[in-house]
């Protein structure tokens, strides 16, 4: 069962980040005001959470780690959204695999998970792609992918997310309350984003078009909470190395979805679609999967 919560992970994120492109490439071009406007979405998906998964009380030394995650879950997003500027939506997002560095590490020195050789075998294919897809050629020049330092940012930081799940999982506090507390903190510090001049001056001065987009905000950030549930979900079932790792299969969900929607929906898109471009990436996408399946327990 967690395999199954564990591919439904990426599945949600993708459409989510669909939606994220859209925003922050078509209309906001401040990227914490957009953070600040997704955060309030929280109010309505947390009652919808604990309506069908009752939380309980956790304990309260438990409260740095719900600070941490919702630090993170505001925190992640500003370089996240300068990577989604710099790249195609499916390769800014396969930059995340970078974090595949990271996990194992954190999960070694934190909660004392070690994994064995064909799963680091599968963690070397990941990190190969990831490479390989920031790799550009153009004008007789290579260059690497601005996208690529952004998303290795974000991807740091939602290391440190999977393994405050995994701690507040091991004291035993269940996936409901875990995930409505992140959104909660989440909340709150997307809240104190308002602090700062530049974000609440922004933030009125576009809030006639948040009104205007409140449906996509909408989609956008229910999928990102289906996503962070089913995540949590695998999470609190098996290894967060293996979990994060299939979470990986998010830029071939991307491909998928622009493939199909791109001629319905072109403004929502940004993905080149040309022949040579589609095969050099389903190719690279392939080994990311190659990996994933190796990484699985």
Known sequence: MWLLYAFLSPAFYAIAEIFDNF???KEFRHPM???????????????????????????????????????????YLYPYYL???????SIAVSFFAVGRIFVPVLAFFIVGEVLDFQQYVGIGLIVISVFALALH?????????????????????????????????????TVSTAVGGESITALIFGTILLLSSGVRKDAKA???????????FLIEEFFTFLGLASEGQAISLTSVSVVKGIT??????????AWIGHGLFPKLFKEDLHRKKVLRKLGLFVVLIVGIILVKE
Do not use: W
């Open 23 to 25: 925003l922050v490439n």
């Open 33 to 75: 005001t957009l953070a600040f406007y997704s955060s309030l979405f929280n109010v309505l998906f947390v009652p919808f959470l604990f309506y069908f998964s009752p939380p309980t009380l956790p304990p309260l030394s438990t409260l740095p780690l719900f600070i941490g995650l919702g630090l993170v879950a505001v925190g």
């Open 83 to 89: 990577g989604l500027r710099s790249d195609d939506t």
């Open 137 to 173: 050629h153009s004008r007789a020049k290579f260059r690497f992918s601005k996208a690529m330092g952004y998303i290795s940012c974000a991807a740091l930081l939602l290391a440190f997310e999977a393994i405050f799940l995994k701690l507040l999982f091991v004291q035993g506090v």
């Open 206 to 216: 576009t809030l006639p078009l948040f009104i205007k987009l409140a449906p996509l």
């Open 248 to 257: 990986m299969a998010s830029p071939f969900f991307l491909l998928l979805y």
